[in-house]
């Protein structure tokens, strides 16, 4: 049968599509490569099970027609980009809450049974609990944040009211080949520039969870795959790594994967607590028990994600 994956040319969208292609599915990409790029699809294309149509979703337009006779929608599309959600808001509130306001009517009107939103663990702020379970308060401290969790209450409303089945993936920071924002990638761009020097944003105590991007692909498919055999019981699910890393910790395995010595690290807090940006979440650790006991658990851990990542980088990145 097939798929549609908004944000299919994107970072996550790409390896979700090269899975679903592997696992069978046709596959309909939108995106409107603000970010994305074909060049992530080189493989599925090859295959010829993959059509990829050019779509802004903030504009209701000519692209709902794909969702006539489509199984379900992975809905990736969106501007990833929590930093710059403080200082543009309305690209966030359009491309994240806009979009997926669009993306659930044109489900809607064409009865699309399934739909699998990539949330994120922003929505819970700078949470109380630590690890953080799902039905911890949600109390976004980003407009990125507040989009993806307004997100997830429109397509909850959806399901309750027409009866689509929607789940919610609250993923951790998602790390791996293809990705073109984040500290790695900010990392590996500054030292590029100047393998002297290493400006972090914050005071590099910040401690967050990383996920390889198959690991995340492989919940997601995993979670997809209950959620069509009728077997989910829930719909948010918390998506990450049982450990996480400092900033500075990550600082110093990419300094070391690019095998560069001496390299001064200056350290730039925006607020008297040391965070990168406003809305920069210090301390980010989801309890994943939901998903482990459904029986699922990531192969590689946050230090081991970011090493690939670099690694991936250093060979590929211009
Ligand atoms: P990405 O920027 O690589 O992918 C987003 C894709 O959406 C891009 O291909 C972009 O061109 C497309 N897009 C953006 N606005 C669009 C619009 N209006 N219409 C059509 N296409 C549009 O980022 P990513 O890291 O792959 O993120 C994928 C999804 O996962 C996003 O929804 C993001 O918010 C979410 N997420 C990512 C992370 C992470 O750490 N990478 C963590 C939590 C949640």
Same mark, same amino acid.
């Given at each position: 049968?097939?798929?549609?994956?908004?944000?299919?040319?994107?970072?996550?969208?790409?390896?979700?599509?090269?899975?679903?292609?592997?696992?069978?599915?046709?596959?309909?990409?939108?995106?409107?490569?603000?970010?994305?790029?074909?060049?992530?699809? %080189?493989?599925?294309?090859?295959?010829?099970?993959?059509?990829?149509? %050019?779509?802004?979703?903030?504009?209701?337009?000519?692209?709902?027609?794909?969702?006539?006779?489509?199984?379900?929608?992975?809905?990736?599309?969106?501007?990833?980009?929590?930093?710059?959600?403080?200082?543009?808001?309305?690209?966030?509130?359009?491309?994240?809450?806009?979009?997926?306001?669009?993306?659930?009517?044109?489900?809607?009107?064409?009865?699309?049974?399934?739909?699998?939103?990539?949330?994120?663990?922003?929505?819970?702020?700078?949470?109380?609990?630590?690890?953080?379970?799902?039905?911890?308060?949600?109390?976004?401290?980003?407009?990125?944040?507040?989009?993806?969790?307004?997100?997830?209450?429109?397509?909850?409303?959806?399901?309750?009211?027409?009866?689509?089945?929607?789940?919610?993936?609250?993923?951790?920071?998602?790390?791996?080949?293809?990705?073109?924002?984040?500290?790695?990638?900010?990392?590996?761009?500054?030292?590029?520039?100047?393998?002297?020097?290493?400006?972090?944003?914050?005071?590099?105590?910040?401690?967050?969870?990383?996920?390889?991007?198959?690991?995340?692909?492989?919940?997601?498919?995993?979670?997809?795959?209950?959620?069509? !055999?009728?077997?989910?019981?829930?719909?948010?699910? !918390?998506?990450?790594?049982?450990?996480?890393?400092?900033?500075?910790?990550?600082?110093?395995?990419?300094?070391?994967?690019?095998?560069?010595? !001496?390299? !001064?690290?200056?350290?730039?807090?925006?607020?008297?607590?040391?965070?990168?940006?406003?809305?920069?979440?210090?301390?980010?650790?989801?309890?994943?028990?939901?998903?482990? %006991?459904?029986?699922?658990?990531?192969?590689?851990?946050?230090?081991?994600?970011?090493?690939?990542?670099?690694?991936?980088?250093?060979?590929?990145?211009?």
């Amino acid at each position: 049968s097939r798929v549609i994956v908004t944000g299919g040319a994107g970072f996550i969208g790409s390896h979700l599509v090269d899975r679903l292609v592997r696992d069978g599915y046709e596959v309909t990409v939108l995106d409107n490569f603000s970010s994305g790029d074909v060049s992530n699809l %080189k493989e599925s294309l090859s295959t010829g099970r993959v059509n990829v149509v %050019k779509a802004d979703l903030k504009y209701w337009g000519d692209w709902v027609s794909e969702f006539k006779g489509a199984y379900a929608v992975f809905h990736l599309a969106a501007n990833p980009e929590v930093r710059v959600s403080s200082v543009e808001p309305r690209s966030h509130f359009d491309n994240n809450l806009v979009a997926t306001f669009n993306v659930a009517e044109a489900a809607r009107v064409s009865d699309v049974k399934y739909i699998v939103f990539a949330s994120s663990s922003t929505v819970y702020g700078d949470a109380k609990v630590l690890p953080t379970p799902e039905d911890h308060p949600i109390i976004p401290i980003s407009v990125y944040g507040a989009t993806k969790a307004a997100g997830e209450i429109i397509l909850d409303t959806y399901s309750r009211l027409y009866g689509i089945r929607v789940v919610n993936l609250r993923y951790a920071n998602i790390v791996g080949p293809r990705s073109r924002h984040g500290v790695i990638y900010d990392f590996y761009i500054k030292l590029t520039r100047n393998p002297r020097e290493l400006e972090v944003l914050g005071d590099g105590s910040q401690r967050k969870s990383y996920l390889y991007v198959d690991d995340a692909v492989d919940a997601s498919l995993f979670l997809f795959n209950k959620l069509i !055999n009728g077997s989910l019981q829930e719909q948010a699910f !918390n998506v990450g790594n049982k450990d996480w890393v400092t900033v500075m910790d990550i600082a110093r395995i990419v300094i070391e994967e690019l095998g560069l010595r !001496n390299v !001064n690290i200056v350290t730039r807090a925006m607020t008297p607590d040391g965070r990168g940006w406003l809305g920069d979440v210090k301390y980010m650790l989801l309890d994943v028990d939901k998903l482990s %006991k459904l029986g699922w658990s990531p192969r590689y851990s946050s230090a081991d994600a970011v090493r690939l990542t670099i690694r991936w980088l250093k060979g590929n990145a211009p």
